[in-house]
C-alpha cells in the first residue's frame, strides 16, 4: 500500500474525551472515528487490524472442532420470553418495535438464537458434542460506554456455544475451547491469565475470564492472584482467607453506651477504643427495589455481585440516606442512617457475611441516635440472619484460599470469557435430544465469548509508548514500513521501490510512505500508527545500505537492502508462527 493512497489521517492532538491509551492512539493515528457516543467507524487501518485478530480466533476455532455460522444481529422477543430473559436483561438490551409493532431486539449475546437452531437441527445423541461460533457485531446499551474500543456499544465479538449429551462431555469441550483461547491470545501477542470469575447474568457455574494485565484504570476488573500457586480470580468472585483478628470484644456485661455522633466504623472505633474487627457492620442494599440488609465484620467490605447473588437479586445498589430513613420509620425507629442495625427487622432479607459468624462480644447499632450496643452476641442479644454466606471483596494480603499463601491485586481487561453453562437456555426453551437409551434430554450447553474489537485495544494498551502504538506483528495492520526519506532522491526511491516489491512478492504486508514530506513527519507518524519494522532508504544509500528498525525494541542496524528484505521475512515469519 502506498501511504499517499492511503485513507488516514494522524491528528496532531488527541481526542478531547479519551481517558485510556488505547482510545486515544486509536483516534489520533487514524484508526477509528466517533460516530456517537460507544459507536465507531473503522477505517482502513482498525479494519486491517480487527480482520487479523478475527483470522487468528476463526483459524484455532475451527482447528478445535467448532463450526463457523452467522445468526441475525436482528433478534424476536419470542425466543428471549422462552428462556425467560427478556423481563431480567436490563436496559443494555436495546429493545425496538419493527413497523407491524413486532418487539424486536439487537443482539447482545446469543444464547437463545443458537439454541433455537440446535432444537430444531439437533435430534440424536449421534450429532454431538457440536460446537457453533459466529464472529459479528454486538449491541449493549451499555450504561457508560467509554475507553473507545474497551467498552463500546457496538462492538465485535466471536461467540461460540457448545453442545453435549452430558456434564462429561461438557467438560472436555470447555477444556478444548480453554487450549483454544491460550493460543489465540498467545498468537495474538497478548499474554493473558485465565481468572475465575462470577457467571453472572448469564447464568451457569464455572466459568473463566481471559485477562489482559495492565496497571492502569483501563483494566476495569480487578484480579487477585497467588504467585505461589495457580489462583487467579476476578475480585467478584475471589475469595480469602483471613488472617488471625480480634473478634472478641473485652466487654463482661451486654449493655448500650452513648457514641454521639458516630456515623462511621472509624469515628465508632475510635470514640470506643477497640478495633474495627469486634464491630458488626449493617448496610443498607436496594436489591430488586427491594431494601435488604447486608451485615459484615466492621473492617471489610461488601463485594455486591456476592450479595446480589446471595439474594438472587437481578440488581443492587446501595440505599440512600433517604431509603435508609424510610425503612427505619417503617419499622418504627427514629434513628439518622449510620445508627441502622439488625435488630427489629423481621420481614427484611438480611445477609450476613461468614466474617460475621466469628463475633463475641461484639458492637452493633440499634437502631437509636448516638448509641451502641456492646458485648452483643448472636443466639442472645440478636439472631443469626437466615443466610451466612461470602459476601466479602477480598483484599490484597488476604490469604490464597488454595495454599494460604498472601494474594495479590493487578488490574486487568477481560478480552474473552468461558462459561459452562448447562441446562440453563436447553431446559427453558425446551431444546432436547434423544440419548443412548431414547429419552428425550435437554442439551448441556457451554458458551465461550472474545471480544475481538476490545482485545485490538487492549494489545493498544499493552504495547505502546509515548511516541505511538507497538503493534505485536500478527496483528498490526502492516508488518513493515519502507521510509524514503526524500522522494525526490531518485536512487533512494529506487532502492525503496525495490524492497517494497520483494517484500510483496514474498507475502509481506508491507506500507510505502511515498508521500512528499519531511521526513521528520514520515518517522513520527510511522512511530503513531505503530508499524512493527521500518526500512528507511536514507542518504546511506550512496553506501548501499539502509537503515532496519524494530519499532518495539528500538533496535537498528544498518545492512544491505537485500539484508533487510530477508530480515524483515525472517522476523514476520517468525512472529506468525509459520
Ligand atoms: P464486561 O464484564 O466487560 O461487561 P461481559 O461479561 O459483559 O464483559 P460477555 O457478555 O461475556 O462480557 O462478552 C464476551 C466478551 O465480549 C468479553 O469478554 C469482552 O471481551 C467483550 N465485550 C463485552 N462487552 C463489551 C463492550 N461493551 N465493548 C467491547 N467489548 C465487549
Ligand atoms: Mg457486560
Given amino acids: 500500500m502506498r501511504m499517499s493512497h492511503l485513507f488516514f489521517e494522524t491528528l496532531r492532538d488527541f481526542p478531547a474525551d479519551a481517558e485510556v491509551t488505547s482510545h486515544k492512539f486509536l483516534v489520533r493515528a487514524g484508526y477509528i472515528r466517533k460516530l456517537t457516543n460507544g459507536i465507531y467507524n473503522y477505517l482502513p487501518l482498525m479494519w486491517r487490524v480487527l480482520k487479523k485478530v478475527e483470522n487468528i480466533v476463526r483459524e484455532e476455532m475451527d482447528r478445535a472442532g467448532a463450526q463457523e455460522i452467522l445468526m441475525p444481529f436482528l433478534q424476536p422477543k419470542e425466543l428471549w420470553e422462552e428462556s425467560g430473559r427478556w ?32 432444537r430444531e437441527g439437533v435430534r440424536s445423541y449421534k450429532q454431538l458434542p457440536l460446537n457453533l461460533y459466529q464472529i459479528q457485531s454486538k449491541f449493549r446499551d451499555e450504561i457508560r460506554p467509554r475507553f473507545g474500543l474497551l467498552r463500546g456499544r457496538e462492538f465485535i465479538m466471536k461467540d461460540a456455544y457448545s453442545f453435549d449429551r452430558n456434564e462429561e462431555d461438557m467438560q472436555k469441550s470447555y477444556k478444548i475451547m480453554a487450549d483454544a483461547y491460550t493460543r489465540i491470545f498467545d498468537r495474538c501477542g497478548l499474554e493473558t491469565k485465565p481468572v475465575q470469575s462470577d457467571s453472572g447474568a448469564i ?173 452483643a452476641n448472636f443466639g442472645i442479644d440478636v439472631e443469626l440472619p437466615k443466610i451466612v454466606t461470602d459476601i466479602r471483596l477480598v483484599e490484597a494480603g488476604e490469604m490464597c484460599p488454595q495454599c494460604h499463601k498472601p494474594l495479590k491485586v493487578t488490574r486487568g481487561i477481560e478480552v474473552g470469557n468461558i462459561f459452562q453453562l448447562g441446562t440453563k437456555y436447553s431446559k427453558a426453551m ?114 548501499g545500505l539502509v537503515e532496519f528498525k524494530v519499532r518495539e525494541t528500538g533496535e537498528v542496524v544498518k545492512i544491505t537492502p537485500d539484508e533487510a528484505v530477508s530480515k524483515t521475512i525472517e522476523t514476520v515469519k517468525a512472529a506468525l508462527k509459520v
Avoid at 436495546?94 to 440446535?118: F, N, Q, S, W, Y
Fill in 203 to 375: 447464568g451457569g457455574n464455572i466459568s473463566h475470564e481471559y485477562m489482559v494485565i495492565t496497571q492502569t484504570d483501563s483494566g476495569e476488573n480487578d484480579v487477585f492472584y497467588c504467585d505461589d500457586c495457580d489462583y487467579a480470580a476476578n475480585s467478584n468472585h475471589a475469595v480469602s482467607v483471613l488472617p488471625e483478628a480480634k473478634t472478641t470484644g473485652d466487654w463482661d456485661k451486654a449493655e448500650k453506651v452513648s457514641t454521639p455522633n458516630a456515623r462511621t466504623i472509624k469515628e465508632l472505633a475510635e470514640m470506643l477504643k477497640i478495633e474495627e474487627t469486634v464491630i458488626c457492620k449493617c448496610l443498607v442494599y436496594i436489591a430488586d427495589k427491594e431494601p435488604v440488609l447486608a451485615l459484615i465484620r466492621g473492617d471489610k467490605t461488601v463485594e455486591e455481585t456476592k450479595l446480589m447473588n446471595a439474594l438472587q437479586a437481578k440488581e443492587i445498589r446501595t440505599a440512600s440516606d433517604a431509603e435508609i430513613e424510610e425503612l427505619m420509620v417503617n419499622h418504627g425507629f427514629d434513628a439518622r442512617p449510620g445508627f441502622i442495625g439488625p435488630k427489629g427487622f423481621d420481614d427484611v432479607k438480611i445477609v450476613a457475611d461468614n466474617s460475621v459468624k466469628e463475633l463475641k462480644n461484639f458492637v452493633m447499632a440499634v437502631n437509636e441516635n448516638d448509641v451502641h450496643f456492646v458485648g
Fill in 87 to 118: 423481563d431480567v436483561y436490563g436496559k443494555e438490551l436495546m429493545r425496538l418495535k419493527d413497523r407491524h409493532g413486532k418487539d424486536m431486539c439487537l443482539g447482545p449475546t446469543h444464547e437463545e438464537i443458537v439454541t433455537a437452531i440446535a
Fill in 430 to 543: 425446551n431444546a432436547t435430544f434423544t440419548d443412548e437409551n431414547g429419552n428425550e434430554v435437554p442439551f448441556v450447553m457451554g458458551c465461550y465469548g472474545i471480544g475481538i474489537s476490545r482485545t485490538a485495544a487492549a494489545a493498544v494498551e499493552r504495547h505502546h509508548d509515548e511516541y505511538g502504538i507497538k503493534w505485536p506483528i500478527a496483528i498490526a495492520p502492516y508488518h513493515v514500513i519502507v521510509v524514503p526519506v526524500n522522494v525526490q532522491d531518485e536512487l533512494q526511491m529506487k532502492i525503496a521501490e525495490e524492497i517494497y516489491n520483494k517484500l510483496l512478492e514474498n507475502g509481506i504486508e508491507v506500507l510505502i510512505d511515498d508521500r512528499d514530506d519531511r521526513a521528520g513527519v514520515k518517522f513520527k507518524d510511522a512511530d503513531l500508527i505503530g508499524i512493527p519494522l521500518r526500512i528507511t532508504a536514507g542518504k546511506t544509500v550512496q553506501e
